[in-house]
C-alpha cells in the first residue's frame, strides 16, 4: 500500500493517489496424489493480482474525497487471473506400446483473465487460453543393416565395405499442434459498448529426420496455420468435430534438406548441402 502523499527524498509532494496492490501465486504438483509407478508429472501455477488506486481529489479540482467513499467511476481497478499446467510422462516404461505411445506424449494448458476500469473505461476484459499437444520419437542409433559386411575380407577396402551402414528407420519424429484464443471486450463510460473482438487459431507442424547412410541424411518440416474464428459467436461455439473442421488455411510452409558428406580419403571430407522451401 502506497499512500497518497509518500514521496521520495528527491520530491516535494506525493501522487495524490493511493494505491494498494495484492498478489499471490501459487505452485503445486498434482502427480504427489497419484502413484509413483505410474511416472507422471503435472506441475500447477496460479497467479493473482489485485490493484486500486483512489485519487484524493476529484479529477480536475481541489475537492478532497473521503478515502473510505471513493466511487468507483474514479477509481483505476485491475485484477488478472492466470492458470497453467502441463502433463508427461516423467519416466520410461518397460512395455513397447506405452514406450513408443504415452511416453512420448505431452501437453500443457493456460488460461488468464484481465480485467480494468477507470474514469473512461467502465470495463475492459482480457481473456486468453492455449492448449498445447506434442508427440516426439526418437528412434535407436542401432536401427541398421550391413549389406556388405561379407566383403570385409577384400583387401585395402574391407573395412568400408564392413562398416557401411543402411538405416531402416528415421532418426526422429515429431508433431504438435498449438489452439489458442483470445476474447476481449470494452465497455466506456460515455459510449455504446464495443463489440466483441475474437481470436481463435490452430498451429500445427510435422517433422521427420532421417538418415539413410552414415553420409547421406534428410530433414523433412511443415507447418500450417489455420483460422477457426468462424466457429464461435457471442451465443457460444459452433464447431463441427465429427468433420474434424480444422479451419481456413491461412499460411503454410515446407522444408526439406538434405546433406552428404563422404569421407573420400582421410585428407578429403566434402559437404554438400541442397534445401529447398516451399
Excluded: C
Amino acid at each position: 500500500r502506497k499512500d497518497a502523499d509518500f514521496h521520495v527524498l528527491q520530491q516535494r509532494l506525493g501522487t495524490n493517489t493511493t494505491t494498494e496492490d495484492f498478489r499471490l501465486n501459487t505452485s503445486i504438483n498434482l502427480s504427489k496424489f497419484l502413484p509413483k509407478s505410474l511416472g507422471i508429472n503435472i506441475p500447477l501455477t496460479t497467479s493473482y493480482s489485485n490493484s486500486v488506486s483512489k485519487p484524493k481529489y476529484i479529477p480536475g479540482s481541489d475537492i478532497y474525497i473521503n478515502p473510505a467513499s471513493v466511487p468507483d467511476s474514479i477509481k483505476t481497478l485491475s485484477e488478472s487471473l492466470s492458470l497453467s499446467t502441463s502433463i508427461k510422462k516423467s519416466s520410461k516404461s518397460d512395455n513397447r506400446l506405452i514406450k513408443y505411445t504415452l511416453d512420448n506424449l505431452n501437453g500443457s494448458f493456460s488460461a488468464s483473465r484481465q480485467s480494468f476500469s477507470n474514469d473512461i473505461m467502465e470495463e475492459k476484459i482480457d481473456q486468453s487460453y492455449n492448449w498445447k499437444g506434442a508427440y516426439n520419437l526418437s528412434f535407436g542409433r542401432d536401427n541398421y543393416f550391413s549389406p556388405f559386411k561379407w566383403l570385409s575380407s577384400v583387401p585395402l577396402v574391407g573395412q568400408k565395405f564392413e562398416d557401411f551402414h543402411l538405416y531402416y528407420t528415421p532418426t526422429s519424429f515429431s508433431t504438435n499442434a498449438n489452439l489458442s484464443e483470445k476474447i476481449s471486450s470494452k465497455k466506456p463510460r460515455n459510449a455504446r459498448p464495443s463489440p466483441h473482438t475474437y481470436d481463435l487459431g490452430l498451429n500445427r507442424s510435422f517433422s521427420l529426420d532421417y538418415k539413410f547412410i552414415e553420409s547421406l541424411s534428410s530433414q523433412y518440416k511443415k507447418a500450417m496455420t489455420s483460422d477457426l474464428d468462424h466457429i464461435w459467436s457471442e451465443r457460444g461455439y459452433n464447431w463441427d468435430l465429427e468433420a474434424f473442421d480444422t479451419g481456413i488455411m491461412t499460411y503454410t510452409t515446407e522444408n526439406i534438406s538434405t546433406k552428404f558428406n563422404p569421407q573420400l580419403f582421410s585428407w578429403l571430407k566434402p559437404n554438400f548441402t541442397h534445401s529447398a522451401n516451399y
